[in-house]
């Protein structure tokens, strides 16, 4: 095989920076850079994992209590004694309770 010129080693050094930068480990960067060259079946596979590394993945949606809590308007503080200024999740608690999404019952 025919060795690689300077142009083409400049540019899979670019390509394998730029993949780094996105989160795919060097190793497999190194690879998908010089086009898998020499590596025969591996190269699919080293394709595979970099896809795989480079998903974003989906958030899930919160749930009523997670909402509750969030949002500033429903934080129950100390106001005195050794807990002031810190939340109140007992209130909190009872208070989400009372609402139409913490009466809602589990599915079984």
Do not use: C, H
């Not at 095989?1 to 190194?30: F, P």
């Not at 596979?45 to 919160?62: D, G, N, P, Y």
């Not at 807990?83 to 109140?88: D, E, F, Y």
């Amino acid at each position: 095989m025919a060795r690689a010129t300077k142009a083409e080693n400049a540019l899979a050094a670019i390509i394998q920076r730029m993949l780094e930068e996105k989160g795919v480990s060097s190793d497999i960067a190194e690879g998908l850079a010089k086009g898998g060259v020499g590596l025969g079946a591996g190269a699919n596979r080293i394709v595979s994992r970099a896809e795989k590394q480079t998903k974003k993945e989906t958030k899930r949606a919160l749930n009523g209590w997670q909402k509750f809590v969030k949002a500033k308007k429903n934080k129950y503080k100390y106001k005195s004694g050794p807990r002031k200024g810190q939340i109140n999740m007992k209130a909190m608690s009872a208070a989400f309770k009372k609402t139409p999404a913490g009466k809602k019952v589990k599915k079984k």
